[in-house]
């Protein structure tokens, strides 16, 4: 059973960054979509980044694109998000993820292509 471990939460001011990690253990999962997802309290779970290793393409949500960069390190089984320019709205858990995904075009943005969740990090953004 793969788990999936988030680190680099934490609270910055607007236009402030972060990294964050995520950490595949015992073994990197097998799966066509990697992504992250965040959830704002009272709010659904939104993707904010989706890889399709399939099709080998990234995809961003409209919200953070040019602001939020995915990648990977697979020698280290990790993935990262790197948030720049924060937003007070952009204040939310933050959860990586690995599923089998859909088709070889899907932007893998969608939770129903995960199967595998990590626990979560939070970022909070203040104004």
């Known amino acids: 059973q793969v788990q999936l471990v988030e680190s680099g939460g934490g609270s910055v001011q607007a236009g402030g960054s972060l990294r964050l990690s995520c950490v595949a253990s015992?073994?990197?999962?097998?799966?066509?979509?990697m992504g992250w997802f965040r959830q704002a309290p009272g709010k659904e779970r939104e993707g904010v980044a989706g890889?399709?290793?399939?099709?080998?393409?990234?995809y961003y949500a409209d919200s953070v694109k040019g602001r939020f960069t995915f990648s990977q390190d697979n020698a280290k089984n990790t993935l990262y998000l790197q948030m720049d320019s924060l937003e007070p709205e952009d204040t939310a858990m933050y959860y990586c993820?690995?599923?089998?995904?859909?088709?070889?075009?899907?932007?893998?943005?969608?939770?129903?292509?995960?199967?595998?969740w990590g626990q979560g990090t939070q970022v909070t953004v203040s104004s």
């Open positions: 993820a690995a599923g089998p995904g859909g088709s070889y075009y899907s932007p893998c943005l969608s939770s129903y292509d995960y199967d595998t």
């Open positions: 015992p073994k990197k999962y097998s799966a066509n979509c």
């Open positions: 890889f399709n290793s399939g099709g080998g393409s990234t």
